[in-house]
DNA sequence: GTATTATGCAACTAATGGGTTGCAGATAGC
DNA sequence: GCTATCTGCAACCCATTAGTTGCATAATAC
């Protein structure tokens, strides 16, 4: 399942510190991406590219630099399964309440 | 940061798959949870803990089983962090449109 | 009381992941 | 042209993790 990828990619302190940037000030090179984070240039290519096959993150080539986007929507698969397990959650508490009160 | 434990947790198809399997019937025993994993009940029991220390599983002894259940509001710092992400990804799209239209 | 069932704990293996370094290639600046 | 800059690729190390097995313990069933 595609989900389990997103999630993951989420589930780093670094990538998720990354994709907050990529918030605030896009677009970035992968250099740029990489500052103020602690690792290697390297070690943040590698997160990126995690990112990327989450679908998460968009990488374009600009010359010599590779230019660091947000995917539109790339959030949505998770919004999705959250709401959806919300829901249940909460029609469970409903079948719940329903039996006590019976 | 507790959000990316969050996230980490839901990132691995086993224990989505416990999650929604949890939204389904609930409360379950560990055994009953582990059948049809495709795993060992030690295997079950670790990915649980995984969930547990990430605050969206509540495991109460009873007897001599443990009752699994789902941690009532357990997704929410994942859907906030979702909904802040997105809430500032659009402006970013917005800030950009009304640069182009200028 | 005995057997069965549900679980916990510990040790172990195999695989994955985060991070590094070193080097090579391509583009931009001068 | 030459040099500096941005990046990619590959190998490597260390720590973590997914999963297993074996055994011990406690509660239920009969």
Not at 34 to 42: D, M
């Amino acid at each position: 399942m595609a989900l389990a990828e997103v999630f993951h990619a989420l589930g780093d302190p670094v990538r998720l510190e990354i994709v907050q940037k990529l918030t605030r000030s896009q677009p970035c090179t992968i250099a740029s991406v990489s500052e103020g984070l602690g690792i290697t240039r390297q070690g943040t290519r590698k997160h990126l590219q995690v990112l990327v096959n989450a679908n998460l993150v968009l990488l374009q080539p600009k010359g010599r630099e590779v230019i660091v986007e947000l995917q539109p929507g790339g959030l949505d698969p998770a919004r999705e399964f959250i709401a959806e397990m919300e829901r249940r959650w909460d029609r469970r508490l409903d079948a719940l309440r329903q039996f006590v009160e019976e």
